[in-house]
T-cell receptor
């Protein structure tokens, strides 16, 4: 059973914020929310993760709702190089990391 | 530079000819794993290893073998490759596999395997 639901695709204008949603209504109390992205056919790249608090790093921000049933990854100023498939993953241990179909983000000039 | 290195990057082989795809990490990570990626099926885990001499099956282990004789290396072995193993393969590593540690995974650049 899929643990997360993401839109299949999204577009974003270059320089604008990209907001990628993820639903994880069955998340359990000890599961973290992780985001990875895959540019073309390269290896997936870690972006950010969180448990229940909002998180920010040099790449992105992660907003997790209070009930933890959904989250949003925010790329504050999207560039063409951010065009990729973005995966939202919920897991406890890294061996439980399962990738869904993800969201294909296209950043347009 | 911290990295996960896979070799070869591209490989075309014939059915039944044994092959090994190597994976090496220089970060002293305990956890390593293999995924395959196919159109419409996404990334699926083949095998993983929590530490040296500890390996376990993932979701699609049939037709594959692995070994973890030393911490840095985790080779993927196809004893008798078949065309349905044509895929893009990724190796990943992480500091630890246990739940008490928040861990990100580092992925290699992939090996594109074609079995004819």
């Amino acid at each position: 059973d899929a643990k997360t639901t993401q839109p299949t695709s999204m577009d974003c204008a270059e320089g604008r914020a990209a907001n990628l949603p993820c639903n994880h209504s069955t998340i359990s109390g000890n599961e973290y929310v992780y985001w990875y992205r895959q540019i073309h056919s390269q290896g997936p790249q870690y972006i950010i993760h969180g448990l229940k608090n909002n998180e920010t790093n040099e790449m992105a921000s992660l907003i997790i709702t209070e009930d933890r049933k959904s989250s949003t990854l925010i790329l504050p100023h999207a560039t063409l190089r951010d065009t990729a498939v973005y995966y939202c993953i919920v897991r406890v241990e890294v061996r439980d990391m399962r990738f869904g179909a993800g969201t294909r983000l296209t950043v347009k000039p | 530079e911290a990295q996960v290195t896979q070799n070869p990057r591209y490989l075309i082989t014939v059915t039944g000819k044994k092959l090994t795809v190597t994976c090496s990490q220089n970060m002293n990570h305990e956890y390593m794993s293999w995924y395959r990626q196919d159109p419409g099926l996404g990334l699926r885990q083949i095998y993983y290893s929590m530490n040296v001499e500890v390996t376990d099956k993932g979701d699609v282990p049939e037709g594959y073998k692995v070994s973890r004789k030393e911490k840095r290396n985790f080779p993927l072995i196809l004893e008798s490759p078949s065309p349905n193993q044509t895929s893009l393969y990724f190796c990943a590593s992480s500091p630890r596999g246990t739940w008490t540690i928040e861990t990100e995974a580092f992925f290699g650049q992939g090996t594109r395997l074609t079995v004819v």
